[in-house]
């Protein structure tokens, strides 16, 4: 059974860094995107960024977040730069065992971590 777990949330200010990890257990070991997820508090589940056979982000991170994946020790990263408190959320990342679609949407991913609290301050 595959599981998700998340880490490296926290508080920083406004302008600072961090990254996020995500440790995948459990397969698989091929063929699957990994996909970041955010919700602040009374907003509704968003799309962050995601890779698979490549990485796709959305319009509101593009050219501050990274996402990149560390197959061999079953890892999947977002680094997070130039942190604004917007970007305030629980941060989740989610397993599709697809590769070659774009997928952005919350019900196309089949597992999900239990989320690391981000909170930017200003």
Not at 48 to 63: D, H, L, P, Q
Request: proline share 2%.
């Amino acid at each position: 059974q595959v599981q998700l777990v998340e880490s490296g949330g926290g508080l920083v200010q406004a302008g600072g860094s961090l990254r996020l990890s995500c440790k995948l257990s459990g397969g698989p070991t091929r063929s699957y995107t990994v996909g970041w997820f955010r919700q602040a508090p009374e907003k509704e589940r968003e799309f962050v960024a995601a890779v698979g056979w490549s990485t796709y982000y959305a319009n509101s991170v593009k050219g501050r977040f990274t996402t990149s994946r560390e197959s061999a020790k079953n890892m999947v990263y977002l680094e997070m730069n130039s942190l604004e408190p917007g970007d305030t959320a629980v941060y989740y990342c989610a397993l599709r065992r697809a590769v070659g679609i774009q997928l952005t949407g919350v019900h196309e991913y089949e597992v999900w971590g239990r989320g690391t609290q981000v909170t930017v301050s200003s």
